[in-house]
């Protein structure tokens, strides 16, 4: 039994132990309050299209992973395409790596004579549907989009959504030897036609710094004596053209000297890999540069890389 004296402030004591329990806010200091964290830049990696050069990507994700760059949003045209889809589905560069070196150029090539010859791409949509385990767009481990042509508008289309091998094909269907895709009751052809390498794809995907890989062709200096090295030759000008307007927008450019690589020199992916490799390297200390203005830029605490 509580003393005699007590027994007033009973019900005084029940009350403010009430109170405390439900209602009343904590006294929290300002100096011991939570910070509040600035959002980090989010790094978008835009792959440009190249044909077999493409393998250079994977030697660029090597680097980037290596010094503990890893993007945040993945953007591809053609080739990069396909490789942005297999990192973006949750594969490192090392596996990257041994996909590329277990790939069979028959594989992904589906010649359908009745058609002119040209390759249909079913083999390339359900190879890269297999690795990605059915996976829509939607549901990639890290934001991606493959960029494609549309033919009847001429028009860039950035595939956010659906079938990722579908989108991939389509973005990989090279005018003449690729057959158009149709989705969606449209036809669509290679990304490369508006946009050699994807910069302001990754924007769209919200990325405040991009790194663009371009491995796309140059003229090589020489005078084509036929019709067909001539038209060759103007549509190699008309991409440089195209590719160099959307570079001027991306933070960083990385360029593998893959000029020695033709459109389907698969036996030649190492090569690529490893200037690949030595381009990215070389390119680090300007990446992070400006990640660190970024961030600063932002006010958020500056962001290790390893």
Not at 142 to 153: K, R, Y
Not at 203 to 217: K, M, P, T, W
Not at 242 to 250: H, K, P, T, V, Y
Not at 295 to 305: E, I, L, N, R, S
Request: charge should be neutral; aromatic fraction near 4%.
């Amino acid at each position: 039994m509580l003393p005699r004296r007590v027994r007033p402030w009973l019900p005084s004591l029940c009350a403010l132990l009430l109170a405390g329990c439900f209602g009343s806010k904590p006294d929290v200091r300002p100096d011991t309050a939570l910070p509040v964290l600035a959002a980090k830049p989010r790094i978008g990696l835009a792959l440009g299209g190249g044909a077999a050069k493409g393998f250079a990507h994977i030697g660029v994700i090597k680097m980037l992973e290596a010094s503990g760059i890893h993007p945040d949003v993945v953007s591809g045209t053609s080739a990069g395409s396909v490789v942005g889809a297999l990192y973006a589905s949750g594969m490192d560069a090392f596996r990257l790596q041994e996909q590329a070196f277990a790939l069979d150029e028959s594989s992904i090539r589906d010649v359908r004579f009745f058609s002119g010859g040209l390759v249909e791409g079913r083999r390339l949509q359900d190879y890269v549907n297999e690795l990605v385990r059915q996976a829509p767009i939607e549901k990639m481990h890290i934001p991606f989009a493959a960029v494609a042509t549309e033919l009847e508008t001429g028009e860039r289309a950035v595939f956010v959504r659906g079938n990722t091998g579908q989108a991939v094909r389509a973005s990989s269907s090279i005018p003449g030897v690729f057959e158009p895709v149709e989705i969606g009751g449209k036809h669509f052809v290679d990304g490369g036609v508006v946009s050699p390498v994807p910069v302001d794809a990754a924007r769209q995907l919200g990325a405040d710094i991009v790194i663009a890989v371009d491995i796309s062709a140059r003229p090589d200096g020489s005078n084509p004596d036929s019709m067909v090295g001539i038209v060759g030759q103007s549509i190699t000008i008309m991409g440089r053209k195209l590719a160099e307007q959307e570079l001027a927008r991306a933070d960083v450019v990385i360029r593998p000297k893959v000029g020695q690589i033709g459109p389907t020199d698969f036996d030649q992916k190492n090569v690529a890999i490893l200037e690949g490799e030595r381009a990215a390297l070389a390119a680090i200390p300007a990446i992070k540069a400006k990640i660190a203005a970024k961030t600063a830029a932002m006010g958020a605490p500056p962001v290790a890389a390893h």
